[in-house]
């Protein structure tokens, strides 16, 4: 990615850090922006419900002995643009009926089917390519959050943990795509 994207990067990163909803950052987002139209809507790929939870969502989410797990991969898009990929974990039993029912069988995004709950997010780390990452000065730590460079990594990655009335309710990964920066920088210039 062209480095004179980095400060994009920075600011799309000191924003998801410090949101308690992902969904509704980037709603706004692509607002002020004019990034696409109307409300977010989750993309939902052919993979979703194939992918196991990792360790590390097993420790943030700490599922009990049986308790059903499901996993939803999706675009996050508004309109045509593509803003990010995730892969989430979540607990259905833990859940709200009404948001059971948005996930299992609608394309609202997760943070909108918690809409009225005391939804909170976590972000337990962070990821970004090395140049990006040399700008924290060695700092592996912002906030609560881990710090570190991957050079896999083409814009951003954050992993946390969402949790409704303080009870850990899905773990969630997600990556930013190139296409939202890009546009963000144009609509800049």
């Not at 409300?39 to 590390?56: H, N, R, V």
Request: hydrophobic content about 40%.
């Amino acid at each position: 990615m062209d480095k004179s994207l980095d400060p994009i990067v920075l600011h799309l990163c000191e924003t998801l850090l410090t949101t308690f909803s992902v969904t509704a950052a980037l709603q706004v987002w692509c607002e002020i922006r004019g990034l696409g139209e109307g409300d977010l809507y989750a993309d939902i790929k052919p993979e979703s419900g194939g992918t196991e939870l990792p360790q590390l969502g097993r420790d943030l989410l700490k599922p009990a002995e049986g308790e059903v797990v499901r996993h939803r991969a999706i675009t996050l898009k508004r309109g045509d643009v593509p803003l990010l990929d995730a892969d989430n974990w979540y607990t259905p039993e833990r859940l709200p009926l009404r948001a059971r029912v948005l996930l299992e069988t609608t394309d609202t995004p997760f943070g909108v089917a918690l809409a009225g709950t005391l939804q909170n997010r976590e972000t337990f780390s962070a990821s970004l390519p090395p140049h990006i990452m040399e700008r924290f000065n060695g700092r592996t730590k912002v906030r609560q959050t881990l710090m570190q460079g991957d050079a896999n990594v083409p814009v951003l990655t954050v992993r946390g943990v969402v949790t409704v009335d303080t009870v850990p309710v899905s773990f969630v990964e997600e990556r930013i795509r190139p296409e939202l920066v890009a546009l963000s920088a144009a609509q800049q210039g």
